[in-house]
């Protein structure tokens, strides 16, 4: 069965801090590893990651993956406050038409 | 916005009763995902339809059903319920049929269950 492990549970940090969320994985026929915030409700997409190596980058976040040794990191720099949110990791299976989800990992940004 | 709408956004029934759940996906979305969350825990995935069939199953009760209608809003159907079922149910929608890419979720329906 697929699954997911992310790292930290929760993580408090100040404004201006850069953070380092992680997520390992275990998947048969990986397809895809992805990355979605959730604030208060709906989680909204962030990246998608296939290949080794690349980073992924959109403002102050990024993403890269590693296949070899399963996991996928996402940094975010400079933190706001509005970064404070739950970050889902997924991965997508090319068998299977669903995405296993992480537990996810709570990150708070103090003013 | 994610352009999925779910209805109702919140819902109190008492144990044992039956409820039904609405999604209509993002325009030109043919498959539909039905996902629940419980409370600190992360998205549990229960079914997926593709185009009005069923393409994968979750963990999902026997209690519970989906449907994807012609028009591919989808339903999903709890019934006999219990307290343990109060969740945050999510629907999401993509294009393509398979898992591992970009989904877009509706702002869930809360279930309480007293």
């Known amino acids: 069965e697929d699954k997911v492990v992310q790292s930290p549970l929760s993580l408090v940090v100040h404004e201006g801090d850069t953070v380092t969320l992680n997520c390992s994985y275990e998947v048969t026929n990986f397809r895809s590893l992805l990355w979605y915030k959730q604030e208060k409700k709906a989680p909204t997409f962030l990246f998608m990651l296939t290949s080794s190596g690349i980073e992924k980058k959109s403002g102050r976040l990024s993403s890269i993956l590693d296949k070899k040794e399963l996991f996928s990191i996402l940094n975010i720099t400079a933190t706001q406050t509005g970064d404070s949110a739950v970050y889902l990791c997924a991965v997508g299976n090319t068998n299977a038409g669903k995405s296993t989800f992480g537990d996810g990992t709570t990150l708070t940004v103090k003013p | 916005d994610s352009g999925v709408t779910q209805t109702p956004k919140h819902l109190i029934t008492a144990t044992g009763q039956r409820v039904t759940l609405r999604c209509s996906p993002r325009s030109g979305d043919l498959s539909v995902y039905w996902y629940q969350q419980s409370l600190d825990q992360g998205l549990q995935f229960l079914i997926q339809y593709y185009n009005g069939e069923e393409r994968a199953k979750g963990n999902i009760l026997e209690r519970f059903s989906a449907q994807q209608f012609p028009d591919l809003h989808s339903e999903l159907n709890l019934s006999s319920l219990e307290l343990g079922d109060s969740a945050l149910y999510f629907c999401?929608?993509?294009?393509?049929?398979?898992?591992?890419?970009?989904?877009?979720f509706g702002q869930g329906t809360r279930l309480t269950v007293v």
């Open positions: 999401a929608s993509s294009v393509e049929p398979r898992g591992g890419t970009e989904a877009f």
